[in-house]
């Protein structure tokens, strides 16, 4: 049978299954952690530019662009609130499927859960199943490429789950999804491409929302895709793809981010600012950053003079001279503040980022990283360091709370954040009402 035949089998099977105590309250979790993402997201360049072509473009609809007091149909909202929720890389993350799951799924749940009338324990079913066939498809591939490739499978899952699509159309909208996916391979493993620079593009995660609900919403019309797409065992790992699937529970195995930049940035970054509290060290007396890592932070374009707001989020050195001169929260969020600071250039010049085998050898199991300052004649070396908020150390609800505070704090007041955080422990508590009325009526920043 095709793959994407049984992946259709699986989401209908799963419509009005009772999720467990640990998906639901895993779901509740990573909609806290994407909304403090996407609100802190909201005046990033990349959603200003994404609403504005948004509205000139599918003009029509009632389903909120969160914060912003303007509402588009199904694939226009997906697309603005994907691309606010993915603007600062605050969104969670999936080892496995080396990927972004989150920012995908969610917001295309909350808009077909508005849109169909959906109950609270739906909603949380559609995000699980959506996290579970996304991240399905992304482990299974044979090559490397980015969240876009793949986590429109998701999307397609999710809304599928939620508009009771018939298990023979959703099978054709994976297909049409697949196909339709934004071509990614541009940054993709191998010599023949340059390492990855920053861009508002986000890895097509909001692009492929917005082909993925055409997908599904063109297979209910009747629309055919190449059935067979993910049967080439060149490119994808066949055996386990599906055998598995509602009892992998990947939503339960994600990774939460701290500092809006890359995660290839995050090792380096907390090993550094160990050293920098331990030491007490004057960022301007450092002679020399040495970062040893591992090759995937190597693929990053690392630039000492990022070329804007987004490409900073991919600069080891631009990120280390942030943490060095602004301290621990510099990257909490990030703002266009940041661009071209030449305090910040001064000690991103004096990064170097080289390959250790030996922590390259645990890569992408584990990110780690070693850092070594040189300052007043003397090296400090930090442990190696692996980022805060891994799947086996996840944060609390506390600390979930506590991130969404520090990420708005440009964008939100604190009676706003407030609303924002109350009527997300109600979702917690069994009611997703109060969540969508904020997304419809709470404006933040310049939205």
């Keep these: 049978m095709e793959v994407v035949r049984e992946l259709a089998a699986y989401v209908a099977a799963a419509d009005g299954q009772v999720l467990t105590d640990a998906q639901r309250d895993a779901a509740c979790r990573c909609v806290l952690d994407l909304v403090a993402a996407a609100a802190a997201g909201i005046d990033a360049p990349g959603p200003r530019a994404v609403r504005k ?34 603007a600062l890389d ?100 191998g010599p023949a491409f340059r390492a990855q620079e920053g861009s508002d593009v986000k890895e097509g995660i909001p ?71 331990q030491h007490r060290c004057d960022p301007q007396r450092i002679e020399a950053i040495e970062v040893e890592t591992y090759g995937g932070a190597l693929r990053i374009a690392n630039r000492p003079r990022p070329e804007g707001f987004t490409d900073i989020q991919f600069s080891i050195p631009y990120c280390l001279g942030l943490a060095a001169v602004d301290g621990p929260d510099a990257l909490l969020p990030l703002t266009e503040a940041a661009v071209g600071r030449p305090d910040v250039v001064a000690v991103a010049e004096r990064v170097s980022v080289r390959l250790d085998p030996e922590l390259d050898a645990r890569f992408p199991a584990e990110t780690l990283s070693r850092v070594r300052i040189r300052i007043d004649g003397r090296t400090l070396v930090s442990p190696i360091t692996a980022p805060s908020g891994e799947a086996d150390a ?54």
Excluded at 69 to 79: E, F, N, R, T, Y
């Design 90 to 189: 605050l969104d969670d993350g999936h080892r496995i499927a080396r990927g972004h799951p989150g920012a995908a799924v969610i917001p295309a749940a909350f808009a077909a859960a508005q849109e169909q009338g959906a109950s609270t324990e739906e909603l949380l079913q559609a995000i699980v199943v959506g996290y579970e066939v996304g991240v399905a498809v992304g482990a299974a591939r044979r090559f490397y490429a980015n969240t876009g490739m793949w986590s429109g499978y998701g999307v397609v899952a999710a809304l599928g789950l939620l508009r009771h699509t018939r298990a023979g159309q959703l099978a054709h909208a994976f297909a049409i999804a697949g196909v339709g996916a934004p071509n990614q391979l541009h940054a993709g493993a």
């Design 394 to 447: 996840p944060p609390s609800w506390l600390e979930l709370e506590d991130k969404l505070r520090k990420a708005t704090r440009n964008v939100a007041n604190p009676s706003q954040q407030d609303m924002l955080l109350d009527a997300l422990n109600k979702l917690r508590d069994g009611d997703h009402a109060p969540l969508q009325e904020v997304f419809r009526t709470l404006r933040l920043g310049q939205a």
């Design 207 to 277: 692009w492929s929302g917005v082909t993925a609900a055409n997908a599904l919403l063109l297979a209910e019309s009747g629309h055919s895709g190449p059935l067979a797409l993910l049967n080439d065992h060149k490119h994808f790992r066949l055996e386990g793809l599906v055998e598995g699937l509602g009892r992998q529970n990947y939503i339960t195995r994600n990774y939460v981010k701290f500092h809006a930049c890359c995660r290839h940035v995050h090792g380096p970054l907390e090993a550094l600012l160990g050293l920098l509290a």
């Design 53 to 86: 072509a948004a509205i000139l473009t599918m003009a029509g609809g009632a389903l909120p662009i969160w914060f912003s007091g303007q509402a588009l149909g199904l694939a226009g909202a997906i697309w603005c609130n994907t691309a606010a929720a993915a």
